[in-house]
């Protein structure tokens, strides 16, 4: 019986949330789950929000997650992290890329970008890992890549075998990001 | 390397078990169905219906990207005289552009398949209506077939063809964003047709009149019979139940998701409508007799809900009461037949009817405003580069310049940003594909009556196509005194950058003569310029000169989308700020470049107190160079 469980991923339209998700969902298909996966992209290209509800199980219905139901959340920017928290699981797993994109409101001065985000996230889920994916992307030489950094993170916490992810990355990713060998193991030391 | 979606639909064998899209799933249920003819003005969420057919051999299927609906639908109905099996694709708000052509063609009929696939759009996610296109489906007397998952998608499409030449006229086949742009695993089938002969013979006629209204009602008739044994009306649960939720498209998995959360299994039973219009009524009799609660779970408005208080209303059925979005009980935060549905608010509907004290999971209220107060929204913007933001800072300077306080009236594109924060607030009418040189032309009357704003108007390319050339010849003929700025990036970027007639590429990706807006404005004898908007300057003084001219005038600024752009990785240019020339806050701009102008590659370095470049974001268009007052911002080639 495989344990059902219910990924949120989050970030701004262009950092590569939606690539992210397809991977997941070939992995998980590959280790045998049923799986919805339900996209929306925003109305234009870039810059909106962007959130992908990934569900895995034994039978999945419904492609929507409720408030409180997310197992894990792996947001791509802080200040969406925030905002999507209400949908983390009591007891459930956050992965949040340390980067600040910051929305029209605040480019425009009409709103703050909220200090703290990561001691409000922390008083909720403590066990919240940050990764400075921007950072790791660069120094594998593409930044990027950000989506393939935080895919190595989730890979190590989902209940997917390794050897599929290795297999699904090279499957996925050769024609993406041609340098990547590197980043590629990067992702997953 | 691992197959796209498109190629699963297209090489995947009869048995394969595949993760597709709900497009996806359409598209592969008309292959198999033998479609021969597929067309559609590109609109999220419908799009990658037509992009992955465009992937098969035009010697097996012809495919199209049409320059409005109506245009689609009329060449995909006439694929259907010929006897062959067509698709036409569009999203909600297309119906309407394609309407009139529907109800016309519906009175006489036609003869191959022919499935309408319309993908609407709850909550608006990616559209600026959230129209239920059932009520427009219902007044052009057309059935309407609605997908619950993926996979049915693709057995309703290949089902739509057949009952479409069953009842020889056109079914709807209708989608939502949950279905089209929700992945699922689809068991592939194999093809059910191989017949590829077009033939019209002489004496095959196909015409419209007034008695052929009656052809069309004997239709909905003869539908409602082949759709009560049709497979895609069920029930789930127990055979015998007091209470009962009536369920279309994906409202179904959010109520059986509600239904086991509260532990209902065996006391509701789910009846699944999938055949929404018109809809099976000794089906839905058979499991409303002996009812006490009915519940309606569906999207958008009260569509299947009102059909079936209707046919209660017509039987002895005892006493049944109603729950749904008429009597306000299926309502999410928007209240009742306003955004989408979801398993929370089936679980609150079933609790109320049942009297149980549900405490859902996740924030109190209380929590969750303090959370939102916290965080500020993130609307859609533009992206690094757009030529958009230069083209608005352009009209936005011109009108300032000019004085007389022009009115902006707007159009559908990615550039409807324009009405909003990220686009200078600059549209004061906003509404459909075309509407905005109609206003500026009616606005442009108005002098008589004492209005004196001048008029400008903002469309894209691909809606220029679309829906611009009537209202232009329009105004030209009635002697309109407005400029037309059309934003040409070459490309009909919103929804995915399918090519248009002004892009020289056919939907198969091959070179075609590009027939240039310029030539369609002069031929109309409209004088017409071409202006860069990178050239920023340039930009806002023709508009300057324009809008003084007086009569009807075209301004073109043309510059390719930034995506596009930066997928053909060409030179790209570094843009950074000289730390020594920017003033900071001392500078008196306000932070131009990051509060006003607002690209998200303008940053502001809190540490140092000045202006930056996020380099991993910057598009290289360098218009915030030549618009920063202080001459910081500094362009460089790079190889």
Not at chain 1, 141 to 145: E, L, Q, S, T, Y
């Given at each position: 019986m495989l344990k059902p469980v219910d990924v949120l991923i989050v970030g701004v339209g262009g950092q590569g949330a939606i690539l992210a998700s397809k991977v997941l969902a070939r992995a998980a298909l590959e280790s045998g789950y049923d799986i919805k996966v339900s996209e929306i992209h925003g109305m234009a290209q870039r810059g909106g929000s962007v959130v992908t509800q990934v569900r895995l199980g034994e039978k999945v219905y419904s492609p929507l997650i409720a408030e409180g139901g997310a197992d894990l959340i792996v947001a791509f920017e802080k200040l969406e992290a925030l905002r999507l928290l209400?949908?983390?699981?009591?007891g459930g797993t956050m992965i949040v890329n340390d980067q600040e994109i910051y929305p029209v409101p605040v480019l425009v001065g009409a709103a703050e970008y909220p200090a703290g985000i990561f001691a409000y996230i922390r008083s909720v889920a403590p066990d919240t890992v940050v990764v400075d994916a921007v950072n790791i992307a660069k120094r594998c030489?593409?930044?990027?890549?950000v989506n393939v950094v935080l895919l190595g993170v989730m890979a190590r916490i989902l209940p997917i075998e390794r050897e599929v992810w290795e297999k699904i990355q090279l499957d996925e990713f050769v024609d993406i990001f041609l340098t990547r060998n590197r980043l590629r193991k990067k992702g997953f030391a | 390397m691992h197959k796209m979606g498109w190629q699963d639909v297209i090489e995947g064998r009869p048995g394969d078990r595949v993760l597709l899209n709900g497009n996806e799933a359409i598209a592969r249920g008309a292959l198999e169905a033998g479609v021969r003819y597929a067309s559609s003005y590109p609109g999220s969420p419908s799009s990658e219906i037509v992009q992955t057919l465009s992937k098969v051999p035009d010697s097996e299927l012809y495919a199209e990207w049409s320059v409005n609906e109506i245009v689609s639908l009329e060449g995909a109905t006439a694929a259907s005289f010929a006897g062959l099996r067509a698709i036409c694709v569009m999203k909600a708000d297309g119906l309407n552009v394609a309407l009139d052509f529907l109800t016309s063609m519906n009175l006489g009929g036609c003869k191959g398949g022919l499935v309408v696939t319309v993908a609407d759009d709850p909550q608006g996610h990616s559209s600026v209506k959230e129209y239920d296109s059932r009520y427009l489906a219902k007044a052009a007397m057309v059935p309407v077939l609605e997908p619950s998952t993926v996979e049915e998608a693709r057995a309703m499409a290949i089902a739509a063809f057949n009952f479409s030449e069953q009842i020889k006229g056109p079914v709807i086949l209708r989608s939502v964003t949950r279905i089209s742009h929700s992945r699922g695993l689809v068991e592939l089938g194999k093809s059910v047709r191989e017949d590829k002969t077009a033939s019209l013979p002489a004496g095959d006629r196909f015409l419209t009149k007034t008695i052929f209204h009656m052809k069309a009602r004997d239709r909905l008739i003869k539908a409602a019979g082949i759709f009560?044994?049709?497979?895609?009306n069920y029930s789930e649960g127990p055979d015998k139940a007091d209470t009962a939720v009536f369920c279309s498209g994906t409202s179904l998995l959010y109520a059986r998701e509600a239904i086991e959360t509260l532990g209902l299994n065996d006391e509701i039973k789910l009846v699944k409508v999938g055949t929404t219009f018109p809809l099976p009524e000794k089906f839905i009799l058979s499991h409303l007799r002996g009812l006490k609660n009915a519940i309606f779970a569906e999207e958008v408005r009260s569509f299947i809900e009102e059909g079936i208080v209707l046919l209660y209303a017509r039987n002895n059925l005892g006493k049944i009461c109603f729950y749904g979005k008429l009597s306000g009980d299926v309502a999410g935060v928007r209240g009742p037949a306003c955004g989408e549905m979801n398993v929370d608010i089936m679980i609150k509907a079933l609790a109320k009817v049942y009297g149980i004290h549900y405490e859902a999971p996740g924030y109190t209220p209380e929590k969750t405003a303090e959370l939102s107060a916290l965080v500020p929204p993130r609307e859609y913007a533009m992206c690094p580069g757009c030529p958009h933001r230069a083209s608005f800072w352009a009209v936005k300077t011109a009108i300032a310049v000019d004085g007389r306080n022009s009115i902006v009236a707007g159009d559908i594109g990615c550039y409807c940003l324009g009405a909003w924060d990220t686009g200078f607030n600059l549209f004061d009418t906003l509404h459909c594909m075309g509407a905005g040189p109609g206003i500026a032309s009616g606005l442009s009357k108005l002098g008589r009556f004492g209005l004196k704003r001048p008029t400008v108007t903002i469309v894209g390319d691909s809606t220029f196509y679309h829906a611009v050339i009537p209202g232009l010849i329009n105004g030209q003929y009635s002697g309109s005194d407005y400029l037309c700025v059309v934003l040409d990036n070459s490309v009909t970027a919103m929804t995915g950058h399918q090519p248009h007639p002004g892009s020289g590429i056919s939907v198969y990706g091959r070179p075609v003569n590009a027939i240039k807006i310029e030539d369609i404005v002069r031929g109309l004898g409209i004088p017409c310029k071409i202006v860069d908007p990178y050239d920023n300057f340039l930009a806002a003084e023709t508009i300057c000169a324009m809008v003084r001219e007086p009569g009807i005038k075209v301004l073109i600024f043309r510059r390719e989308c930034a995506l596009v752009a930066a997928r053909k990785q060409r030179r790209k240019r570094r843009v950074y700020v000289d730390q020594s020339l920017c003033r900071g806050d001392a500078c008196g701009c306000g932070r131009f470049c990051v509060s006003v102008w607002g690209c998200p590659g303008n940053i502001w370095d809190h540490k140092t107190g000045k202006a930056n470049i996020d380099e991993a974001v910057c598009a290289g268009c360098g218009v915030c160079a030549s618009l920063c007052p202080a001459g910081a911002i500094v362009v460089e080639e790079v190889e």
């Open positions: 209400p949908y983390l699981k009591t030489g593409n930044p990027r890549a | 009560e044994d049709c497979g895609f």
